[in-house]
């Protein structure tokens, strides 16, 4: 429910958000740090969490939304769960 709305993108730009999302959350949730590991400007960082909020209704500075945010991207990771609209 939480990251629904990120299976109707296409799976490359859902990769790339979720990859943002666990980098960020990697960094100590530091948009410095996070562009540094990806190897982009903070700002491409900042637009895509942004894209993140906006999709999920979750906000990240709050910490109920992160943590959301966080389990969410984890039991996906877990359980591979696939996103995508086409999935059973």
Do not use: K
Request: proline share 5%; aromatic share 4%; net charge negative.
């Amino acid at each position: 429910v939480v990251l629904g709305p990120l299976g109707e993108l296409r799976a490359d730009e859902r990769e790339r958000l979720l990859d943002t999302l666990e980098a960020w959350f990697a960094a100590g949730e530091g948009v410095a740090g996070t562009g540094r590991a990806l190897g982009c400007h903070r700002n491409t960082v900042r637009n895509r969490l942004a894209r993140i909020e906006r999709l999920s209704g979750r906000s990240l500075g709050d910490p109920r939304g992160a943590c959301e945010l966080y389990l969410a991207m984890r039991i996906t990771q877990f359980l591979d769960l696939d996103l995508s609209p086409e999935a059973p």
